[in-house]
């Protein structure tokens, strides 16, 4: 493989600073180091749960779904299927049916019909004669649609949290903390939040604490798999969902969770990102929505035990088939050099479109530079676009949209479809767009590091409190610590050579520490062997295993001792 250079940006104090917060908080030295770096954000985080009534329009949306109930009409739920459009899906089916309403719900197939409100799914629904269409997790760029709907005299209350452009689409309500003219205090909310503060409101917050217990853990689902940034209100509830997955009724991610192994007891954003979400996310994924979704709405244990196998088995599936797609893209990119060009863009028509997303995030993250993959199909070829930081993806597919038919998304990630004819076009146009907008420091990965630290302030107590800043995630990264000079006393490999396994010691110490690399295990059987001298960047965390407590390193980055790739820059209150 073509070796990626990574260039490490450590936070540096003094040790007085240290000292001084660890008496003033009776804490250690790690969390002394780590709340140093972070103040500011964290700083930020101390305004729990804000009236729902402030959000505009929330008034609106609240009468004319109050009137629905009443009046007996039929409410669809119109979700997204991905696990934030999922959970917001869930929390509004639960809360409305607990209320009496007459309600049913609706998830676009991803691979038929694509993202969004369409006119195909409105035919369908004005059909079963409802009244009334609230859309979670979507419908904030649906005009055409929403008039659509309406000229059958189909209500729509938009309920979503994407952005925004000035206009808004004319309808009942329109629920989202970034309308311009929405003076809600925060702005990033998931759209399982924005369900989350819609019931809250229905329940004129009456009975919060009951919403909370049964309600929460289905927002820090959603909210953790949107990559949404931990702080302020995302902070709380996301706390306060960890909190409460033993006590939601909600069967079926108790049963995920039981049949994946975790502990109710102890989710966390980590076991919630790697574990929960890629389950619920994989049937969407797979065009089998509303397998996650009638999984998240069985009624009794039972009937979820019933249906989590299916779930867990289409993960399974999806990671095949990302395993597949991600060999033979890495295989391309090295026998047509592709990594040399700014921007990599790469089609196929033995891909499936609704994992070439997750496959570009990982050739993203590989090779540190903008990464479109794109499905050929007879009918049309979808193409998902993911970014690097440092380079805005979303205006550089807006400059080659003569090539393109359609296209949306963001700065980081963004999706279009294109005619087959056009793809060569593409991938020229857009790379001399690149070529002066890209410079080689911009294809530099970066990490950041809270800290350099020594060997011996690594201890089981040390560690265990960092958990006290939890939840992490977007803007509150998990702490990445440097540890410098440490040999190599053994590498094993794992999961077929997948994974590397070092044990890692200080001369002239008896102690040693484990070191665990993911998915790079033939990268590490070459560039390394026992006896070297390195320098690890990574996160500690406490591995349990037959009830005993070891600590060890998750590597995000591991270098010989003496390579010259290593860039040390002071940094305070830089939140990651």
């Known amino acids: 493989m073509s070796e990626v250079t990574k260039k490490w940006i450590i936070c540096s104090f003094d040790e007085k600073t240290i000292d001084e917060i660890s008496k003033k908080y009776g804490i250690k030295k790690l969390l002394a180091l780590v709340l140093i770096s972070r103040q500011e954000l964290l700083s930020s985080n101390k305004n729990g749960l804000h009236d729902p009534f402030i959000m505009r329009d929330m008034d ?204 109710e007891n102890k989710i966390d954003s980590n076991s919630i990102g790697h574990v929960i979400a890629p389950r619920i996310n994989a049937c969407g994924r797979l065009g089998n929505q509303y397998d996650s979704l009638n999984l998240m709405l069985s009624e009794s244990y039972l009937e979820a035990v019933s249906m989590v196998d299916m779930v867990i088995a289409q993960n399974e599936l999806r990671r095949e088939i990302e395993k597949k797609i991600s060999e033979e893209v890495i295989c391309n990119i090295e026998i047509n050099n592709y990594h040399l060009n700014k921007i990599i863009v790469i089609a196929s028509d033995k891909w499936h479109q609704g994992v070439v997303g997750i496959v570009a995030s990982k050739i993203c993250e590989r090779y540190y530079r903008p990464c479109v993959l794109i499905s050929i199909s007879d009918k049309e070829c979808k193409g998902s676009a993911r970014s690097i930081n440092e380079f805005n993806i979303f205006e550089a597919i807006y400059s080659c949209r003569r090539c393109l038919k359609t296209f949306g998304g963001h700065s980081l990630a963004a999706g279009i479809t294109i005619s087959q004819d056009n793809i060569v076009e593409f991938r020229n146009t857009i790379n001399e767009y690149a070529e002066s907008r890209i410079s080689e420091d911009d294809l530099v990965s970066k990490i950041y590091i809270d800290a350099e630290i020594d060997f011996d302030d690594v201890n089981i107590f040390s560690v265990t409190e960092l958990k006290k800043l939890e939840p992490y995630g977007s803007k509150n990264k998990y702490p990445i610590f440097a540890i410098m000079n440490l040999r190599i006393l053994s590498i094993t490999f794992m999961n077929n050579g997948d994974h590397a396994k070092f044990l890692l010691s200080r001369d002239n110490s008896n102690n040693s520490i484990v070191a665990l690399a993911f998915q790079t295990g033939n990268e590490m059987s070459v560039r390394f062997k026992p006896g070297d001298i390195v320098d690890v960047a990574g996160s500690l965390e406490i591995n349990n295993f037959r009830n005993m407590n070891n600590l060890q390193i998750i590597i995000k980055d591991i270098q010989l001792h003496n390579d010259s790739n290593l860039v040390y820059r002071e940094w305070i209150n830089t939140p990651h």
């Open 60 to 263: 609106k949306a609240v009468n004319r779904v109050r009137q629905a109930i009443n009046n007996r009409e039929s409410i669809v739920i119109y979700g997204d299927y991905d696990a934030d459009g999922i959970m917001a899906t869930t929390i509004m089916y639960k809360y409305l049916k607990l209320q009496g309403a007459i309600v049913s719900c609706y998830i676009p197939n991803r691979c038929e019909e694509g993202y969004g409100l369409n006119f195909s799914a409105i035919d369908k629904i004005r059909q079963s004669n409802a009244n009334l269409i609230i859309t979670v997790d979507t419908g904030i760029v649906a005009f055409e649609q929403i008039k659509y709907a309406q000229s059958f005299g189909i209500d729509v209350v938009v309920t979503d949290h994407h952005e925004c452009a000035e206009q808004v689409p004319d309808c009942v309500a329109v629920v989202n903390p970034k309308r311009k003219d929405c003076p809600y205090p925060f702005k990033d909310l998931a759209g399982s939040g924005v369900a989350f503060k819609f019931i809250e409101a229905l329940s004129n917050r009456y009975n919060l604490q009951e919403l909370i217990r049964e309600f929460t853990p289905m927002v820090a689902v959603g909210t953790v798999a949107d990559v949404m940034p931990l702080v302020d209100e995302n902070r709380t509830l996301v706390k306060l969902g960890n909190l409460n997955f033993k006590n939601t009724s909600v069967y079926g991610l108790r049963v995920l969770i039981e049949y994946t192994g975790l502990n």
